[in-house]
C-alpha cells in the first residue's frame, strides 16, 4: 500500500494545488493520505478528500485516509459527511463477516 502525505496546511487557499498534487499521486497508485502532519485545516479539507476518494474510486481502488486530526473528523461530524470518510476504515462489528 502506498500512501502520501499531507502538509501541515490544507485551507482554501491551497486547497486547489493540495487537490491536483493528491489526484496525481492517486493516478501514479497512490492507496491513501497520511494526515498526520495536517494542523492547519478548514472545510476545504473535507472536500479535497472526498474528490480523492472519488478518484480512487474511479480507478477501482481503496483509499485510506490515516491519522485524521479530531478537530477534522469533528468538523465532518458537523457536515454530516464523517461516514463518508471512514467508511472504509471500519472493521465489521466482532462476530459478522466482512462484505466480499
Not at 28 to 50: P, Q
Not at 77 to 88: I, K, M
Request: hydrophobic letters at 55%.
Amino acid at each position: 500500500m502506498s500512501r502520501f502525505a499531507l502538509g501541515t496546511a490544507l485551507t482554501h487557499a491551497s486547497a486547489k494545488s493540495v487537490l491536483a498534487a493528491g489526484l496525481a499521486s492517486i493516478a501514479g497508485g497512490a492507496t491513501g493520505v497520511d494526515c498526520a502532519a495536517l494542523a492547519e485545516f478548514d472545510s476545504s479539507a473535507l472536500a479535497v478528500l472526498l474528490a480523492w476518494q472519488r478518484a480512487a474510486e474511479a480507478r477501482s481502488s481503496a483509499f485510506d485516509i490515516v491519522n485524521v486530526p479530531e478537530g477534522l473528523a469533528s468538523l465532518a461530524a458537523v457536515y454530516g459527511v464523517d461516514a463518508l470518510l471512514t467508511a472504509r476504515r471500519r472493521s465489521p462489528p466482532e462476530g459478522v463477516a466482512a462484505p466480499l
